[in-house]
Structures are given as C-alpha cells and as structure tokens.
C-alpha cells in the first residue's frame, strides 16, 4: 500500500468514526463505505468545484438510477432536503445525514423528511397549489380526459379532507404527522420520495461491501 493510500485510509477512517457517532443508523463500518462511495462518485463529476460535493445534476442521477425516481420537482425537493445549507451542493456528511433517514429512518424521521419535501416554498405549510403541483406531476394522464386538471383538484380536495384537522384549507406538519400516524400509506401522499425496500436491499449491498476487500 503507497504512503498516500495509506494517508487517505486513515482520514476515511477517522471521519467515519466521527460521523457514526453524529448520525443514527449507520455504524462506524458502514459510514466508511458511505464515504468511500461518496469520493468515488465526486470523481465521477465533472464539475471542477466537485470539493464542494454533488452537484444537483449528480444527486439526481443518483436518485433516478440506483433508486428508480422520474418525477423532476420531487428530485429537486430531495436534493434540497438533502442539502441542509443551501450551497447547492450536498458535502460527505449532509449525504450520510441524508442517508440515513432515506434509508433507515423512525417514522418521525420520515414524516418530517416527507413534509420538508412536499413544503415546495418552505413555508411550513403544504398549500392546495403545492399539492396541485405534486399531483400533477406525479399522475399519469389519460388522453381520454377533456379536463385532467378537474380530477386532479377532486383528489387535492379529498386529500384535504383527510388531513387537514384544522380545517384551515392547508396542512402544517402537525396536519401531517396526524394524518400519517392515523394511516402510514399518507406517508408519501403527494409523490414518491423515499425508496422502495428493493432499492435499498441493492444499494446497501453495494455500498456496504468490505471496504478492504479491493
């Protein structure tokens, strides 16, 4: 092993040890693999400022191929709930972070995950403009619909008379935790944002291989 790889192991090794002690779900093992996958794809990424992190052109690629997402406005609302700084590029630990509630995460984890992605102006509040938006990005639309938008403001409505407890045309997070401890399948209500458990079953076999085995 060269000085330098032997170098570039112990960084990896010390920022997993200090990762997996911030983060849940992920032990100090895996966090070393997350990061070494990190690097690997940063050295994909053409973008010179890759020092920074992925790019959103990068992240949604990830999300697209390796966890199977297509709707555009969710890929940018998870980029950005990955994204905790605003800096338009997800760093090592924002992506372990990120992964970690992605993959692994408590339902109160997911509920406010789901909400901060479905809070299109983050607001605090999902608005029926919002929830039009998703809905209508997420839905396929028949060519046979004189007027699809009509039967997606029904479904806006109806979502509103199921969680909307305060009745004030809007859901807030209490709205949405509600909703969701009363029937989990609302989780992911207004468009797929988290993983399906087959994609994670294949991502995590791939990331967490031994990471000395190569």
Same mark, same amino acid.
Request: glycine share 4%.
């Given at each position: 092993m060269s000085e330098m790889s032997a170098m570039n192991r112990k960084i990896i090794q010390n920022l997993a040890e200090t990762f997996s002690r911030q983060v849940k779900h992920f032990d100090k093992t895996e966090t070393e693999c997350l990061i070494r996958l990190f690097n690997g794809l940063l050295g994909d990424q053409s973008d010179r400022r890759a020092g920074n992190g992925l790019d959103r052109g990068k992240f949604r690629n990830i999300l697209h191929k390796t966890f199977g997402m297509t709707d555009d406005m969710i890929m940018d609302r998870?980029?950005?709930?990955? #994204?905790?700084?605003? #800096?338009?590029?997800? %760093?090592?630990?924002?992506?372990?972070?990120?992964? %970690?509630?992605?993959?692994?995460?408590?339902?109160d984890e997911k509920i406010k995950y789901c909400f901060d992605v479905y809070d299109l102006n983050g607001d605090g509040h999902i608005s029926r403009e919002e929830m039009f938006h998703m809905l209508k990005n997420s839905l396929i639309r028949q060519p046979t619909e004189e007027d699809p938008d009509e039967g997606i403001k029904d479904l806006v409505e109806i979502a509103l008379k199921k969680m909307d407890h305060d009745h004030d045309g809007r859901l807030s997070s209490v709205d949405f935790e509600?909703?969701?401890?009363?029937?989990?399948?609302?989780?992911?209500?207004?468009?797929?944002?988290?993983? #399906?458990?087959? %994609?994670?079953?294949?991502?995590?076999?791939?990331?967490?291989? #031994?990471?000395?085995?190569?």
């Open positions: 998870v980029f950005h709930a990955f #994204d905790k700084d605003n #800096d338009s590029y997800v %760093s090592v630990k924002e992506w372990i972070e990120g992964l %970690s509630v992605f993959l692994r995460g408590t339902l509600k909703a969701v401890r009363e029937e989990n399948l609302l989780l992911e209500a207004f468009g797929t944002c988290l993983p #399906d458990a087959k %994609s994670i079953l294949a991502f995590e076999q791939h990331a967490f291989q #031994d990471p000395h085995e190569n």
